[in-house]
Nanobody, 130 residues
């Protein structure tokens, strides 16, 4: 089955930068819209950024202008570049793959993949100190 593995979390001071990576395997990455979510203790999980299969993007107001989501289909990877980090950005960040776009049963025969309702990464901690 497909899976997502995240890298790049860590501790950074206010104003610093981090780049998160999410590597997909066992799936048709290029046909999955991708997203980054985050969740701080006591808070709801919130959508941070999305990127469609055509690389169009959307951002939460709280991160627009500071964060950039991108994808490299050749590397099966989605990135979240985070600049000008603030303490309120502290959270566990989760990568999510939406279901494969334009699913067809023949995809199972051609690529050996099964339909799923989406995939979640394991989460990576981002901590921004004041």
């Amino acid at each position: 089955q497909g899976q997502l593995v995240e890298f790049g979390g860590g501790l950074v001071q206010t104003g610093g930068s981090l780049r998160l990576s999410c590597v997909a395997s066992g799936t048709i990455f290029s046909r999955r819209p991708m997203a980054w979510y985050r969740q701080a203790p006591g808070n709801q999980r919130e959508l941070v950024a999305t990127i469609a299969t055509d690389s169009s993007t959307n951002y939460a107001d709280s991160v627009r202008g500071r964060f950039t989501i991108s994808r490299d289909n050749a590397q099966n990877t989605v990135y979240l570049q985070m600049n000008s980090l603030k303490p309120e950005d502290t959270a566990v960040y989760y990568c999510k793959a939406e279901p494969i776009q334009d699913w067809h049963p023949k995809l199972t025969s051609w690529y050996g993949v099964q339909y799923d309702s989406g995939l979640w990464g394991q989460g990576t901690q981002v901590t921004v100190s004041p």
